[in-house]
Structure formats: C-alpha cells, structure tokens
C-alpha cells in the first residue's frame, strides 16, 4: 500500500519559514513527478511545484523565489521550503507523486496518483 505523510505545517507570522516533508512508503519517488499542490479555502487545489532531478523545477508564479522543493532519494523524502510566507500561502499543503495535473477541483484525489492527507499552513498578519 501507497503511504504518503505530510508533516511540518503550523501557524507563522507574515514574513516567517515552514519546512514540509513528505515521506513515502510502498513507493519509491522518481527523479521527476513529485510535487506539493495546495488549495487554499474556496479554491481549486493546485500545483504549486514539482522536484525535476534533471532540470529546472517547476513552481506556480505565486511562489516562485520563495518556495524550495528538494528530494532526499535516502530518505524517500520530498522537502517544500517556504519562506517570506504572505496572508495568501494559508491552505491546506498536499504531496503528490504521479498526479501529472495542474490544477484539480478538491484534494487529495486519488483519481490522480498518490496523496498525502495534507497538512494545514496558515499565515497571519
């Protein structure tokens, strides 16, 4: 059975740092195709980033030069750094494998992949 856990979300201050992990069992994650989406209240869950071993990763606009994804194949870990967090990063933070879309109607969504349960950031000012 496919496992994903999510850990690490919490409440922080305008400006502050959250680093989430993301922890698989039963898979093990490829050089590209492993990605945090999020959605935040009243939206549409979406990709804000996917790790790319042999190139360039992919982020939204939205966080680009603030969120850092990385991939500890040891540890079968994926890692969302987040930093100069704003009002609207506040959402509930997904890890996915395989999902290979870029925005969806609600997360998780097994149609599409492997999905963590999600972990809940909220910035406050």
């Known amino acids: 059975e496919v496992q994903l856990a999510e850990s690490g979300g919490g409440s922080v201050q305008v400006g502050g740092s959250l680093t989430l992990s993301c922890t698989a069992s039963g898979f093990i994650f490829d050089d590209s195709g492993t990605t945090w989406y999020r959605q935040r209240p009243g939206d549409e869950c979406e990709l804000i980033s996917e790790f790319r071993r042999d190139r360039d990763s992919y982020y939204h606009d939205s966080v680009k030069g603030r969120f850092t994804i990385s991939q500890d194949n040891a540890k079968n870990t994926v890692y969302l750094q987040m930093t100069n967090l704003k009002p609207e990063d506040t959402a509930v933070y997904y890890c996915?494998?395989?999902?290979?879309?870029?925005?969806?109607?609600?997360?998780?969504?097994?149609?599409?992949?492997?999905w963590g349960q999600g972990t809940q950031v909220t910035v406050s000012s």
């Open positions: 996915s494998a395989k999902a290979w879309v870029n925005r969806i109607p609600a997360c998780p969504s097994p149609r599409f992949g492997y």
